[in-house]
Structures are given as C-alpha cells and as structure tokens.
T-cell receptor, first 116, second 115 residues
Framework: AQKVTQAQTEISVVEKEDVTLDCVYE???????LFWYKQPPSGELVFLIR??????QNEISGRYSWNFQKSTSSFNFTITASQVVDSAVYFC?????????????FGRGTSLIVHP | DAGVTQSPTHLIKTRGQQVTLRCSPK?????VSWYQQALGQGPQFIFQ???????QRGNFPDRFSGHQFPNYSSELNVNALLLGDSALYLC??????????????FGPGTRLTVL
C-alpha cells in the first residue's frame, strides 16, 4: 500500500531563511507520480509540482526547488530566502499508476510559519 | 475564468442528519474528485466522477455517495452523519480522462460541523 510521511508537523523560520520540507514515500509500483501542494489559510490547495518516478532530475522554480531521490524514497522541497507569503501548510502526495487504481495519498502536511 | 467553486462555505448539522455539498469544476474540466480533510490531517480521497460515473472510490462507507451532472458539476451526499464526519470537504477538478498524473485544481472547501 502506498504511504506518504511528512515527519515535520510545524516549522518556524524568520524571513530570508532557507527551509526544507521533507517527504518520504512508500510504494510497490515502479511507475508513480509525486506532487507538492500548498494550502494557504484560505483553504484551497494549490498545485506546485509533479514528478514521475522515471525523472529524478531536480527542479528549480524561482525560490522553490525540489530534490527527488529514489534511492531514499524522498521528494524534498526547499524554499530559498523564505517570505511571509510562504506561510502555509504544504502537502506531499503520491499516485501510483499500476493496476488501474491511482487513488492519491496525501501526507499529513507540514505547517510553515515565516516570521517577519 | 472561474476556478472551482463549492457551496455552502460552512454547514452545521446534528448527528443522524443528511447533508449535500455542491461543486462546480473549473471551466473546461470534466473530472471531479472529492476529499475529506480532518483538522490537522491531509486530504483523504473519497471518490472521483467522470462522464457522470463514479470511477474510483477511497475507503469510505456507503453513507458517502455522489453524483455528477451533465454540466460536470457534482454533489457529495453524506447520510446518517457522525461526529467524526466533521471536516473540511474539498472538491478538485481536472481535465480529461482520470489519470494518476492529472494536475488537480481545488476549491476552497465546505467546512462541515456535526454536533
């Protein structure tokens, strides 16, 4: 069965600090997809990135970067020079592609608080 | 371009009652998924609708049922409400045949409180 673990419940940083949010996953499938979503206080989850299991290239988008390592089953998310607007709950999610059933599984989320 | 909309925003019910939540997908989207998010937890997949049929279902009892209309909007019905059904119910839409890699667009959710 698929599982996503976000061990950090809450992280508190001061503006301009770098912060890394950890995500560890479990799956028996060889083909799967990993996602990161941001949930601001308004409640709507906002899609940030998608990665498939065959693409281990790291990705950078502005201040955001993602490190995907199959060897450690991790898909970590780093925010460089954090800003107050980054304060939100961040979720990592996994969808398996094998077997025709790809019910997405979310982690419990990491609450990021960025202080001015 | 309207995003995903949900109604109502908040709802208070008592145990044993029934509730209906509504969702309109983002323009151009035809797949709708529903999630339950308990306080301090990640969203849990309830079910997904495409072409007016339930395509996938998570580990939720039959008290949870849904429907998708020809205009792609959807309803989530919960019967015989329990205290444990109190949660934020999120609707998400995507375009085309359901696939594991689909990017989903979420609505703001309906906060259901069961007393």
């Amino acid at each position: 069965a698929q599982k996503v673990t976000q061990a950090q419940t809450e992280i508190s940083v001061v503006e301009k600090e770098d912060v890394t949010l950890d995500c560890v996953y479990e799956t028996r499938d060889t083909t799967y997809y990993l996602f990161w979503y941001k949930q601001p206080p308004s409640g709507e989850l906002v899609f940030l990135i998608r990665r498939n299991s065959f693409d281990e290239q790291n990705e950078i988008s502005g201040r955001y970067s993602w490190n995907f390592q199959k060897s450690t089953s991790s898909f970590n998310f780093t925010i460089t020079a954090s800003q107050v607007v980054d304060s939100a709950v961040y979720f990592c999610a996994l969808s398996e592609a094998g077997g025709g059933s790809y019910i997405p599984t979310f982690g419990r989320g990491t609450s990021l608080i960025v202080h001015p | 371009d309207a995003g995903v909309t949900q109604s109502p925003t908040h709802l208070i019910k008592t145990r044993g009652q029934q509730v209906t939540l509504r969702c309109s997908p983002k323009s151009g989207h035809d797949t709708v998924s529903w999630y339950q998010q308990a306080l301090g937890q990640g969203p849990q997949f309830i079910f997904q609708y495409y072409e007016e049929e339930e395509r996938q279902r998570g580990n939720f009892p039959d008290r949870f049922s849904g429907h998708q209309f020809p205009n792609y909007s959807s309803e989530l019905n919960v019967n015989a409400l329990l205290l444990g059904d109190s949660a934020l119910y999120l609707c998400a839409s995507s375009q085309g045949l359901p696939q594991p890699y689909n990017e989903q667009f979420f609505g703001p959710g309906t906060r259901l409180t069961v007393l």
